[in-house]
């Protein structure tokens, strides 16, 4: 549909600016890790601290320091889905919230920070958990942290652009429908293989315009979701 391939299009543009921001986190994580490390004695190639105390010190750092590096690039992220939100509004764009809150009561910079909250989180107890085995040297376990952030975060980063660009581009539809005159719209699921279990069920229901809500009548129903609204043809021909 045109709709999908619009919005499709604005993020795959913008893939490589996320992809440098999830290069620049992964360094970020790696600094943080070898910082630890020369901190609290943990020596190449044995990855054991030298003590209790010390362990539980660089637990604490590690936890701490990786949150504060992986939310330093928030407002660049910030900035990448501004730019193809407004885009994707046109000359719609003072009239659509970008930082409206729905599914959550979150805005779409809540949602950043959140999936940058789980990286490093999972990035910690990864790091942790290699420390305490000792199955791995030291440069190793910086390694895979690395790269595990850098993939994670271009994952997040492209799930989260496609659902709130989905959620901009259906405002948008939504706008020009009461432009028009329409009173109600029909919700339209993409049916195909990845289809979910919910939009094909929400598919060609019709709901008022004031029944409009994002994650519950109108789309984005959940992540990556693209389904879109269309005007209700009939009953503006009969009213």
Known sequence: ??????????????????????????????DVIVAAILLYGAGFPSSKLLDTNKQKEFNKYIQNELKTALKTNANWE????????????????????????????KTFRDRILANREKIAKYIEKSVKKNIKKDTKNLLSIVEEASKSTKKKQINHSLALL????????????LLDMIDKGYKKYVYCAIIDGRTSAICRS???????????????TAPPIHTN???????????????
């Open 78 to 105: 910030e900035g990448i889905f501004i730019s193809v939100f407004d885009r994707i509004a046109r000359n719609q764009n003072n009239n659509i919230d970008y930082y409206a809150k729905w599914v959550g009561n």
């Open 1 to 30: 549909m045109e709709i999908d391939r619009e919005y499709d299009l604005e993020v795959e543009n913008r893939r490589k600016e996320l992809e440098e921001l999830a290069e620049d986190d992964a360094n970020k994580v790696r």
């Open 162 to 173: 496609r659902t709130e660009t989905n959620r901009i581009v259906n405002r948008r539809e």
């Open 225 to 239: 979701c693209r389904s879109y609204i269309i005007g209700d043809e009939w009953h503006l021909m009969i009213e």
């Open 202 to 216: 929400l598919d060609g229901n019709v709901y008022n315009i004031n029944e409009y809500m994002e994650g519950e």
